[in-house]
Structure formats: structure tokens, C-alpha cells
């Protein structure tokens, strides 16, 4: 896809036989080459709902140049002011609880019954140690990956779950500023990669599976807190079974303390497959915005987040001048050796050596 390609990719002309020149390596090659784009035309691009250059822009706050990045930022920037006035949901489940098939089916809704367009994003907490990005996979959205009214980007595969997640936190600022008004953000619910999306988004929904609903199915009490509804999924299998958990989770909601928002969790049944209450769902997030834009607190979630957002860019940059530091990277190698044998203390070594980097940046 060449939307996924980064904008300095480095390509070598195919020169497998030398003197015949196959014309489709040629057209791929030609097409690669792609010239560099302004700032101004990333962001006229970007405000005009152009897909490819929103993949290209997004493609340089996933990479980790400085050249890039500062691009990213500028480009970042002067999107800002067209983006928010969307409406940011995310998803979570336990892996196979449906939420890719959930998203096809909620996301195609949006698009074709209500004429909206949606962007759907992820923050895969397994790529870290993968290396690859399993969430938001385009092979359980074929209708929706074919809709011009949706963009899907799957999760950014390199990096700590904090840098994942700044960075589909910018990419959704970006695909809002492109006219992208509701966003849907997948996470896999084994990790701590729902509170990461749960502070990017003002809706949050647990999918979950008839059944084994006695003990809340081993979600940590944590996740519960954080959600705004669960949807029992696959309820076509057994709807009765559906129905009964449903009730089981309903009663169990009851023992937690109300929520700060004033809504009051909703339980219900749905199927991803045969689409049967996906709509509904969409109408309970609907009438959530109402319900919090109504009493403030959907403006003061998001102020709150901008906040946690800016806390975060604050310890992004403080670590990234640290770790750049030529006295930290000349100095560290030997204070984590020592750490390791034990002949220093983590937090004499730490002294050490941010006394190194604070004697530095003075002189
Ligand atoms: N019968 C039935 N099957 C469903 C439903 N929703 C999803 N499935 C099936 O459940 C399986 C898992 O669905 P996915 O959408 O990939 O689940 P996921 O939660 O995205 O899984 P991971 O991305 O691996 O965490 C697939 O075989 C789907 O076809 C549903 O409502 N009813
Ligand atoms: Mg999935």
C-alpha cells in the first residue's frame, strides 16, 4: 500500500537482467520515487481529505528521524485547530472476543447507514515484543477497508506502549483534522494498553462472550471502572446464554461505585456477525455524548487528557535530550555494568549520572 510507505524509503531499481527492464519493476520504482512534500502541502492535503497524503503524514509521526519527527510535529501543529469536534470511541476484549468483526460491522453502520466517516486506529501492546501489529487488521474489515468513507491505519509497531500510544493519539488528531468525525480505537484487553486508550477516547466499550460471566471472566476490576458499557458479542450463538450473562454482568455493575461522568455502565447484546444490536450501540454512544456534553463532562475529559498528553510530551522530550546526552551515553554503559554486578545501587548510579547530565547543560 503505498500510503504505508515511508517518505524516504530508499528503493533500488530492479537489476535482476541487465539490458531488459520489466516495465512493471520500472512503474513500481517510478511510483516509489516519490518527491518530498511541503508542510503546506501535507496540511492543504490533509484539511482536503486526501487519504494518501493523511497515510504519508502519518507515516512521519510514526518514524523515528528527527527529520521526520519535527516535520511531524510542524505538520501536527497546524492541524490542531480542525481537529476534536469528533467523537472517539474505543474498543476492547479479550483476543477473539470479536472486536476486529465488532468494528466492520459498527464501522460499515457509520459509513452506509448514516453516511458518516470513520477512522479506525489501534494500540497493539504486543508489538513491542512482536514486532509486528496484529490490531486493526484490514482482513476482518474487507467492507470497511474498501470504503471511501473509512480510513484504516493498523497499530505503529515500533516502540514502548507509550510511544504507541502518542503516536495513534497524533495520527487520530490527524485523520480528525481529514474529516475522519468519529474515530474507533481497538486494543486488545490483556494489558495496560486500555487505560493508554481509554485516556485518548470518550467512550469506552468491553466486549465480552456469553458464558463464563460469573467471575466478570477475569477482567481486572481496573477495566470494569474505565467502561461506559459492555456488549455480550456473538450473541447469535445462544442468545439466551447472551441474555443471561448479560443480566449476571448488569447485577455485578451494580457493586461498583458510580462513575464520574454520571452514566450509569450499560450491559447489552450484540453480534459482530449478523450485525444484530450493533446499531443500538452506536444510539447508547450517541445519547452517552449528549448525556456528558450535557453535564460538562465530556469538555472536562477532554481537558483532562490534553493535560495527561502534555504531561507526556514533557517526559517524552525530558528522556529523549537525556538519552542524547553525549556525557549520559558515554557515562551510562559503565554505571549500568556496575548496577548489574552489584557494586552500585540503582539510585546512586541514577544520581551519578543525571548529576553528569544537569553538570553538562549547564557549562
Ligand atoms: N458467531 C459469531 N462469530 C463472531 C462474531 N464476532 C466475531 N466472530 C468470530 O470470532 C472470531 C474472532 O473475531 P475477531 O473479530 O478477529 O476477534 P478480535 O477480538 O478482533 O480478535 P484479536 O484481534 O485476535 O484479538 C472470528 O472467527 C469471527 O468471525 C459474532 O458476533 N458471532
Ligand atoms: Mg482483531
Same mark, same amino acid.
Given at each position: 500500500?503505498?500510503e504505508?510507505?515511508?517518505? =524516504?524509503?530508499?528503493?533500488?531499481?530492479?537489476? !535482476? @537482467?541487465?539490458?531488459?527492464?520489466?516495465?512493471?519493476?520500472?512503474?513500481?520504482?517510478?511510483?516509489?520515487?516519490?518527491?518530498?512534500?511541503?508542510?503546506?502541502?501535507?496540511?492543504?492535503?490533509?484539511?482536503?481529505?486526501?487519504?494518501a497524503?493523511?497515510?504519508r503524514?502519518?507515516?512521519?509521526?510514526?518514524?523515528?528521524?528527527?527529520?521526520?519527527?519535527?516535520?511531524?510535529?510542524? +505538520?501536527?501543529?497546524?492541524?490542531?485547530?480542525?481537529?476534536?469536534?469528533? *467523537?472517539?470511541?474505543? +474498543?476492547t476484549g479479550?483476543?477473539?472476543?470479536?472486536?476486529?468483526?465488532?468494528?466492520?460491522?459498527?464501522?460499515?453502520?457509520?459509513?452506509? !447507514?448514516?453516511?458518516? $466517516?470513520?477512522?479506525?486506529?489501534?494500540? !497493539?501492546? @504486543?508489538?513491542?515484543?512482536s514486532?509486528?501489529?496484529?490490531?486493526?487488521?484490514?482482513?476482518?474489515?474487507? &467492507?470497511?477497508?474498501?470504503?471511501?468513507?473509512?480510513?484504516?491505519?493498523?497499530?505503529?509497531?515500533?516502540?514502548?506502549?507509550?510511544?504507541?500510544?502518542?503516536?495513534?493519539?497524533?495520527?487520530?488528531?490527524?485523520?480528525?483534522?481529514?474529516?475522519?468525525?468519529?474515530?474507533?480505537?481497538?486494543t486488545?484487553?490483556?494489558?495496560?494498553?486500555?487505560?493508554?486508550?481509554?485516556?485518548?477516547?470518550?467512550?469506552?466499550?468491553?466486549?465480552?462472550?456469553?458464558?463464563?460471566?460469573?467471575?466478570? &471472566?477475569?477482567?481486572?476490576r481496573?477495566?470494569?471502572?474505565?467502561?461506559?458499557?459492555?456488549?455480550? #458479542?456473538?450473541?447469535?450463538?445462544?442468545?439466551?446464554?447472551?441474555?443471561?450473562?448479560?443480566? &449476571?454482568?448488569?447485577?455485578?455493575?451494580?457493586?461498583?461505585?458510580?462513575?464520574?461522568?454520571?452514566? =450509569?455502565?450499560?450491559?447489552?447484546?450484540?453480534?459482530?456477525?449478523? $450485525?444484530?444490536?450493533?446499531?443500538?450501540?452506536?444510539?447508547?454512544?450517541?445519547?452517552?455524548?449528549?448525556?456528558?456534553?450535557?453535564?460538562?463532562?465530556?469538555?472536562?475529559?477532554?481537558?483532562?487528557?490534553?493535560?495527561?498528553?502534555?504531561?507526556?510530551?514533557?517526559?517524552?522530550?525530558?528522556?529523549e535530550?537525556?538519552?542524547? #546526552?553525549?556525557?549520559?551515553?558515554?557515562? *551510562?554503559?559503565?554505571?549500568?555494568?556496575?548496577?548489574?554486578?552489584?557494586?552500585?545501587?540503582?539510585?546512586?548510579?541514577?544520581?551519578?549520572?543525571?548529576?553528569?547530565?544537569?553538570? &553538562? $547543560?549547564?557549562?
Amino acid at each position: 500500500m503505498s500510503e504505508d510507505r515511508p517518505d =524516504t524509503l530508499l528503493v533500488v531499481p530492479p537489476v !535482476d @537482467s541487465p539490458g531488459s527492464v520489466d516495465p512493471h519493476q520500472a512503474a513500481l520504482y517510478q511510483r516509489r520515487r516519490r518527491p518530498a512534500l511541503t508542510p503546506d502541502e501535507y496540511v492543504d492535503g490533509i484539511l482536503r481529505g486526501d487519504r494518501a497524503i493523511l497515510g504519508r503524514a502519518i507515516t512521519l509521526i510514526e518514524s523515528t528521524r528527527p527529520r521526520d519527527e519535527e516535520l511531524a510535529q510542524e +505538520i501536527l501543529e497546524r492541524c490542531l485547530p480542525h481537529a476534536g469536534q469528533t *467523537l472517539r470511541v474505543g +474498543i476492547t476484549g479479550a483476543p477473539g472476543a470479536g472486536k476486529s468483526t465488532f468494528i466492520e460491522a459498527l464501522g460499515t453502520h457509520l459509513t452506509r !447507514d448514516r453516511g458518516e $466517516r470513520v477512522a479506525v486506529l489501534a494500540v !497493539d501492546p @504486543s508489538s513491542e515484543f512482536s514486532g509486528g501489529s496484529i490490531l486493526g487488521d484490514k482482513t476482518r474489515m474487507e &467492507q470497511l477497508a474498501a470504503d471511501d468513507r473509512a480510513f484504516i491505519r493498523p497499530s505503529p509497531a515500533r516502540g514502548s506502549l507509550g510511544g504507541v500510544a502518542r503516536r495513534t493519539r497524533e495520527t487520530m488528531l490527524l485523520c480528525e483534522a481529514a474529516g475522519f468525525g468519529n474515530i474507533l480505537v481497538e486494543t486488545v484487553g490483556v494489558g495496560q494498553s486500555e487505560t493508554a486508550v481509554y485516556a485518548m477516547v470518550d467512550f469506552f466499550l468491553l466486549l465480552m462472550l456469553a458464558g463464563a460471566g460469573d467471575e466478570l &471472566q477475569g477482567i481486572k476490576r481496573g477495566i470494569i471502572e474505565m467502561t461506559d458499557a459492555i456488549a455480550i #458479542n456473538k450473541a447469535d450463538m445462544d442468545p439466551l446464554r447472551a441474555e443471561q450473562t448479560r443480566r &449476571q454482568f448488569a447485577s455485578a455493575l451494580h457493586l461498583f461505585p458510580p462513575a464520574a461522568s454520571g452514566w =450509569t455502565p450499560r450491559v447489552v447484546t450484540c453480534s459482530a456477525m449478523t $450485525r444484530q444490536g450493533i446499531a443500538s450501540v452506536w444510539e447508547m454512544v450517541r445519547e452517552h455524548h449528549a448525556f456528558t456534553r450535557g453535564n460538562g463532562y465530556f469538555d472536562a475529559r477532554r481537558r483532562a487528557q490534553l493535560r495527561r498528553w502534555l504531561n507526556e510530551a514533557i517526559e517524552h522530550g525530558l528522556r529523549e535530550d537525556f538519552q542524547r #546526552n553525549p556525557e549520559v551515553q558515554r557515562h *551510562l554503559p559503565a554505571l549500568e555494568g556496575a548496577v548489574d554486578s552489584g557494586r552500585l545501587s540503582p539510585f546512586r548510579a541514577a544520581r551519578e549520572v543525571l548529576d553528569l547530565y544537569r553538570s &553538562q $547543560r549547564k557549562g
